[in-house]
């Protein structure tokens, strides 16, 4: 069984900066790629960025993000984690990680596990 548990979101101001927490009940964390995508009301799930298993080859979404998201992991924690600088307005979402064992890209259907997801609120 395999349990991803997001953290770190809340209400933000513009320009602030937060980081997301994904910590994974699983075994073998090491051996899932991570991703980080996000859904803000009214709109569809979007990719945001994904990490290979050992942290060394990154991914993102395009430039709405690039530059203000890192993605990194520790694997000694099972843990992923979303930077978050210069947050705007527009980054308001639920985040949600997900787990895909051999899958590096944007498509959500790829990945096989996902967690309840955490809300990130930025006013202006």
């Known amino acids: 069984q395999v349990h991803l548990v997001e953290s770190g979101g809340g209400l933000m101001q513009a320009g602030d900066s937060v980081r997301l927490s994904c910590t994974a009940s699983?075994?073998?964390?090491?051996?899932?790629?991570m991703g980080w995508f996000r859904q803000a009301p009214g709109k569809e799930r979007e990719f945001v960025a994904v990490i290979n298993w050992t942290g060394s080859s990154t991914y993102y979404t395009d430039d709405s993000v690039k530059g203000r998201f890192t993605i990194s992991r520790d694997n000694a924690k099972n843990t992923v984690y979303l930077q978050m600088n210069s947050l705007k307005p527009e980054d308001t979402a639920v985040y949600y990680c997900?787990?895909?064992?051999?899958?590096?890209?944007?498509?959500?259907?790829?990945?096989?596990?996902w967690g309840q997801g955490t809300q990130v609120t930025v006013s202006s």
């Open positions: 997900a787990a895909t064992r051999n899958y590096f890209g944007r498509y959500a259907g790829n990945y096989d596990y």
């Open positions: 699983m075994s073998a964390f090491g051996g899932y790629i």
